[in-house]
């Protein structure tokens, strides 16, 4: 399934209010900045999870797999994609 999202730039995403929602939401599992913490959990600074698109990063942090909690109802997806933002400066 495919999620389109289209953003405006009243609508663009704030890698500084990601970096809050992550810190809040995130930072158990996958560390301050992105350093893993748990086996099995993406280490953002290599980069490898963040070649996805943003639609798909989008359904990953909305529907969770594997041992990630879904986020969809905790996050809208404005701030999903804002996360998604603060995690493309992590690279």
């Not at 359904?59 to 995690?87: K, N």
Request: aromatic share 8%; proline share 7%.
């Amino acid at each position: 399934m495919w999620v389109m999202l289209v953003v405006t730039p009243a609508q663009a995403a704030d890698p500084r209010a990601g970096a809050k929602l992550y810190n809040m939401h995130c930072t158990t599992c996958h560390g301050a900045r992105g350093v893993a913490r748990m086996p099995g959990v993406p280490d953002f600074r290599r980069g490898g999870a963040l070649f996805k698109s943003d639609p798909q990063l989008l359904q990953v942090i909305e529907q969770g797999g594997g041992v990630m909690p879904a986020f969809r109802g905790l996050m809208s997806t404005y701030e999903i994609m804002d996360v998604i933002a603060y995690l493309r400066t992590l690279r």
